[in-house]
């Protein structure tokens, strides 16, 4: 969400109130935040949410960041950043899809990141290195290609990756 590496936000509804986290650290213990008494180890986690922080999540210039950027979501609307990346890409998935590639239904994904799988038959090593000298920076997840819209990124940009993309199929 606009933060930096590694921070991120979750809605856990009641559902997952006494779930077991994936991390088992000590800040994640009840009374963990009481310093002077770290040595008193507690096995119960901290109630609700608070279970499923990461450890060491008191990074306090990483606070300081995520309170700008989560500003700056809200004055740009999170809706109009989706439609925005909608606007800039919807050419490009109808044209993926026509040519063969897999890209998840409008009504199912965002519209500011998701995946196109790639048809088999693209030799992924040639496409990454087409793609470098064209100055294109994507991330590869085995067969699937992921593409993150940010609001600097234009029709153009998507037009020049699909050409790319394009002439691999």
Same mark, same amino acid.
């Given at each position: 969400?606009? !933060?930096? %590496?590694?921070?991120? %936000?979750?809605? +856990?509804?009641? %559902?997952?109130?006494? &779930?077991?986290?994936?991390?088992?650290?000590?800040?994640?213990? *009840? &009374?963990?935040?009481?310093?002077?008494?770290?040595?008193? %180890?507690?096995?119960?986690?901290?109630?609700?949410?608070?279970?499923?922080?990461? !450890?060491?999540?008191?990074?306090?210039?990483?606070?300081?960041?995520?309170?700008?950027? @989560?500003?700056?979501?809200?004055?740009? #609307?999170?809706?109009?950043?989706?439609?925005?990346? #909608?606007?800039?890409?919807? $050419?490009?998935? @109808? #044209?993926?899809?026509?040519?063969?590639?897999?890209?998840?239904? $409008?009504?199912?994904?965002?519209?500011? *990141?998701?995946?196109?799988?790639?048809?088999?038959?693209?030799?992924?090593?040639?496409?990454?290195?087409?793609?470098?000298?064209?100055?294109?920076?994507?991330? +590869?997840? !085995?067969?699937?290609?992921? @593409?993150?819209?940010?609001?600097?990124?234009? #029709?153009? $940009?998507?037009?020049? *990756?699909? $050409?790319?993309? @394009?002439?691999? *199929?």
């Amino acid at each position: 969400m606009f !933060g930096p %590496y590694g921070c991120g %936000y979750a809605y +856990f509804g009641n %559902y997952f109130d006494d &779930g077991v986290p994936l991390e088992e650290n000590w800040s994640n213990r *009840l &009374g963990s935040e009481n310093m002077s008494k770290l040595t008193f %180890y507690q096995p119960k986690y901290k109630p609700l949410a608070n279970r499923y922080s990461v !450890g060491e999540h008191a990074s306090f210039i990483h606070i300081k960041m995520q309170i700008i950027a @989560l500003k700056q979501v809200i004055d740009w #609307k999170p809706n109009s950043i989706q439609e925005y990346c #909608k606007e800039i890409t919807q $050419d490009v998935v @109808l #044209k993926l899809k026509e040519m063969g590639c897999f890209i998840e239904d $409008d009504a199912f994904r965002t519209h500011h *990141l998701f995946g196109v799988e790639l048809p088999e038959k693209v030799n992924i090593e040639k496409l990454k290195t087409a793609l470098k000298e064209a100055n294109i920076y994507i991330s +590869f997840r !085995g067969n699937y290609i992921r @593409l993150s819209c940010h609001l600097y990124n234009t #029709k153009e $940009d998507f037009k020049k *990756l699909t $050409d790319c993309i @394009l002439s691999f *199929l």
